[in-house]
């Protein structure tokens, strides 16, 4: 299982920003946060962590936390 300090650079990586993230970070207080970062967080999924993701859960989505729950029940 990924380590939650791994998670976060891996995303902000994704996001190709510096800022502050947390697990509890809000997605829409991240500026970078947007449709297509949905579909690369899916793709990165699949290709770094070999996990399939639902669109759709990743659309259900609130904080950082939900998303890393999406890859560490993948």
């Given at each position: 299982m990924i380590e939650e300090r791994q998670f976060i650079e891996d995303l902000k990586a994704l996001l190709e920003t510096d800022r502050n993230i947390g697990m509890d970070t809000d997605l829409l207080d991240i500026d970078e946060?947007?449709?297509?970062?949905?579909?690369?967080?899916?793709?990165?999924?699949?290709?770094?962590?070999?996990?399939?993701?639902?669109?759709?859960?990743?659309?259900?989505?609130?904080?950082?936390?939900?998303?890393?729950?999406?890859?560490?029940?993948?």
């Open positions: 946060w947007d449709s297509f970062s949905s579909v690369s967080f899916i793709a990165m999924a699949e290709e770094k962590y070999k996990i399939i993701v639902e669109p759709f859960s990743v659309a259900e989505a609130v904080l950082v936390e939900d998303l890393y729950r999406i890859i560490s029940n993948g």
